[in-house]
């Protein structure tokens, strides 16, 4: 790698600032149209970078990271989430991963509260019928009832840093906390947000009000939400996703909220977006928010700042901090 200037593609555009900061550091070539990558497109990328900054819409699959060229060293991901990557592939030709943990943990927590108080409380659908055609015919005491957030129980699938994020916010708005995830979280945490943990997820979707899932889509957790484990909810629970659709069995839940055997769903993530399933599309159920949970300016420069560290620190010859290792997934 060349070491002072090297060559840095980046897939999608970026805020202003990481861009200028990005020129300046390195030889950047930038998407300033902002137009998706085709495969082939990346495949030409990988062939001739340095390092290739993707995002969440790139597939940066084996047959990809098989056409690399000899240059190619670091894939300094644009997000979190590393599932659009082939982490091992990446491994086994002598490339680094790296992503951008922590810097959009507490936009994402928000984005989950809000389905968590939209979808109980049909907070869009109100808001529709001020901008509808007929538009308010008039107050009433029975129209437009939603629930009760305040001391129901939450479930929260995956209590790393987003899931703890949210549990400290839900404790706030009276909600019960409990959760499930592959290890038990510290103690002291655990006694802090007042947190139950279900060894067993079966037993714990069986009991909550609203279920929120918040951990990584790998090739573990892909349909954790089966079909078999939705039907084990309450017909009165919610469910929202802000991590990833993958996590859900989306065909099976779509079928459950059309038969009215689940209240309500709350997505900010599809299963093929940006597919919408026509079915959850139209649900009057299902409320979908196209995967904005880390769309925040500061986010997005803060994710961008550690981009740019990530690479710097390769560059001048150290172990990047945000480094992604197939054994952690
Ligand atoms: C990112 C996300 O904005 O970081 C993640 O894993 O899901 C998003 O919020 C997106 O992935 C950008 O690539």
């Given at each position: 790698?060349?070491?002072?200037?090297?060559?840095?593609?980046?897939t999608?555009?970026?805020?202003?600032?990481?861009?200028?900061?990005?020129?300046?550091?390195?030889?950047?070539?930038l998407?300033?149209?902002d137009?998706p990558?085709?495969?082939?497109?990346?495949?030409e990328?990988v062939k001739?970078?340095?390092?290739?900054v993707?995002t969440?819409?790139d597939?940066?699959?084996?047959a990809?990271?098989?056409?690399?060229?000899?240059k190619?060293?670091?894939i300094a991901?644009?997000?979190?989430?590393v599932?659009?990557?082939?982490?091992?592939s990446?491994r086994t030709?002598?490339?680094?991963?790296?992503n951008?943990?922590?810097?959009?943990?507490?936009?994402t927590?928000?984005?989950?509260m809000?389905?968590?108080?939209?979808?109980?409380?049909?907070l869009?659908?109100?808001?529709?019928v001020?901008s509808?055609?007929?538009?308010w015919?008039?107050?009433s005491?029975?129209?437009?009832?939603?629930?009760?957030?305040?001391?129901?129980?939450?479930?929260?699938?995956?209590?790393?840093?987003?899931?703890?994020?949210?549990?400290?916010r839900?404790?706030?708005?009276?909600?019960?906390?409990?959760?499930?995830?592959?290890?038990?979280?510290?103690a002291a945490?655990?006694?802090?947000?007042?947190?139950?943990?279900?060894?067993?997820?079966d037993?714990?979707l069986?009991?909550?009000?609203?279920?929120?899932i918040?951990?990584?889509h790998?090739?573990?957790?892909?349909?954790?939400?089966?079909?078999?484990r939705?039907?084990l909810?309450?017909?009165?629970?919610?469910?929202?996703?802000?991590?990833?659709?993958?996590?859900?069995?989306?065909?099976?839940?779509a079928r459950?909220?059309?038969?009215?055997?689940?209240?309500?769903?709350?997505?900010?993530?599809?299963?093929?977006?940006?597919?919408?399933?026509?079915?959850?599309?139209?649900?009057?159920?299902?409320?979908?928010?196209?995967h904005m949970?880390?769309?925040?300016?500061e986010?997005?420069?803060?994710?961008g700042?550690?981009?740019?560290?990530?690479?710097?620190?390769?560059?001048?010859g150290?172990?990047?901090?945000?480094?992604?290792?197939?054994?952690?997934?």
């Amino acid at each position: 790698m060349t070491k002072n200037k090297p060559l840095v593609i980046v897939t999608r555009r970026l805020p202003d600032i990481i861009e200028t900061r990005m020129r300046e550091l390195f030889d950047a070539r930038l998407n300033v149209d902002d137009a998706p990558m085709s495969q082939a497109e990346l495949v030409e990328a990988v062939k001739t970078a340095d390092v290739l900054v993707p995002t969440v819409t790139d597939r940066i699959d084996k047959a990809i990271i098989s056409q690399a060229g000899p240059k190619l060293k670091l894939i300094a991901n644009f997000g979190t989430g590393v599932d659009n990557i082939d982490v091992e592939s990446a491994r086994t030709r002598g490339i680094t991963v790296t992503n951008t943990p922590g810097v959009l943990t507490e936009d994402t927590a928000d984005m989950t509260m809000a389905l968590i108080l939209a979808v109980p409380r049909r907070l869009i659908e109100g808001a529709a019928v001020i901008s509808s055609e007929e538009g308010w015919m008039g107050w009433s005491p029975t129209w437009m009832l939603g629930h009760r957030i305040f001391g129901k129980r939450l479930g929260i699938v995956g209590m790393g840093r987003i899931g703890q994020a949210v549990a400290r916010r839900a404790k706030a708005f009276g909600l019960q906390i409990h959760y499930h995830n592959r290890r038990r979280v510290a103690a002291a945490i655990e006694e802090e947000l007042e947190a139950t943990y279900w060894e067993s997820l079966d037993q714990m979707l069986a009991r909550m009000d609203i279920v929120s899932i918040n951990c990584p889509h790998t090739p573990g957790t892909y349909h954790l939400l089966s079909a078999r484990r939705l039907k084990l909810m309450r017909p009165e629970a919610y469910i929202v996703n802000t991590a990833r659709g993958e996590v859900i069995d989306e065909n099976a839940l779509a079928r459950m909220l059309e038969a009215g055997e689940l209240a309500g769903a709350g997505l900010d993530v599809l299963e093929h977006q940006p597919a919408v399933n026509p079915k959850l599309a139209n649900s009057d159920r299902a409320l979908l928010t196209p995967h904005m949970g880390s769309a925040t300016l500061e986010g997005r420069i803060d994710m961008g700042e550690k981009v740019i560290i990530n690479i710097k620190t390769f560059v001048d010859g150290h172990t990047p901090p945000d480094r992604v290792l197939p054994s952690m997934l």
